[in-house]
């Protein structure tokens, strides 16, 4: 068997870093194990130890060869990054802070409802894209995570939830911590890439983990269960509907560009006939779904029954859904969510011409655990904090 390839664990190290098994696709898996001279079926063997088995020792996989178990041991890995903290909402929303490295730190939230268990998973130290409303768009940027840093999470939170047991309550608001309860097959049975970041600036790790959650060898999620959330990198919906067509949620917050220009700074370079071009186009891949509009709710600026008339007439251009998202406050934002009068009205207007619309319940605010309010640790490489103030002022001045 040939060694593996391997990457110099620092520049000034000579011995090679092992190599992170956990973020390899089926593909990637089957070619490193066919470079060691292994069988296509070995792969599959080790991506069930690893995704579906939550083994992280290579010793542990008794079904492989005592040879190839010990050169797995000496030149790869299967590593997550540490968890720092980890948090319990009222609500049964549990919270992790992942260590990425030295100086950032990613976050991850477990939401228990009746009928499904949602994992909302980060796809960035930081965000890029900077909007005021969000706490993750303060922080700046560090960097992408990679292939195994989005899919550690899902491991992770996995093997967390297994091995504790189930609440019995869960998503009443009062979840009882300690009653055990017969466990269901599958305690996430979806993943939402909301977390923080932009997951389509960091499309090709993206990929590689979005393959994963869909792998009947890995998590064996359907399509529809995984939810890529943007806020409208338009060329990479693209590669995404070409690529792997999972359900796919759209940052919207305004219904024209002079607005969202200000709400969602990328709109100033894909603008909203392209960014509703580009989903229509999405739909030709997934001919039985529809884009899920997300639109959050800021009392005074984008929350006006000329908002949603605006909003009615751009709807009818695409196979949609709304979902209305109170915004979630944080210090510094400087912004006021809209009363829930006025989200109810709003909401009225829509399902009034025919758009079928929800309206977000608020989980694990307790524990800062809501959209929005991601902030993990992030040593910012773009000076993009020093400027969200400004961009906020310039929000709170569409107010009335
Ligand atoms: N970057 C992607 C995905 C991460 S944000 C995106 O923007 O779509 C996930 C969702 O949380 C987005 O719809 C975002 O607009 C919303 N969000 C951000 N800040 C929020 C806040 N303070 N309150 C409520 N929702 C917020
Ligand atoms: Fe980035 Fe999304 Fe937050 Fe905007 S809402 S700053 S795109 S994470």
Redesign the pocket.
Known sequence: MSTPTVRPAHPLSTTPAPLNLLGLDAQALAAQVSEWGGKPFRARQLLRWMHQRYADDFNDMTDLARDFRTMLSQECEISVPPVSSEHSSRDGTRKWLFAVDRSNAIETVFIPEDDRGTLCISSQAG?T?G?P????GYQGFSRNLSTAEIIGQLWYANKALRSQPQHSRIGSDQADLTTPRQMPERIISNVV???????LLNYDQLLGALRLMLDDNAYGLSRRRVTV???GVVPMIDRLGRDCPVAL???L?APNDALRDKLVPLNKKYPLAQLLDACNRYLEHAPRDFITF?Y?MLDGINDTDEHARELIALARQIKCKFNL??????PQ?GLKRSSPERVKVFARRLMDADIVTTVRKTRGDDIAA????LAGDVTDRTRIAERMPERAAIAIKERG
């Open positions: 965000c894209v909007c409303f969000c706490s993750t890439m909301m977390g923080m970041g932009e997951p959330s943007t806020s949620a759209v940052s917050h997300e959050i998202i109170p915004f979630n406050p944080f934002s809501a959209c929005g309010q």
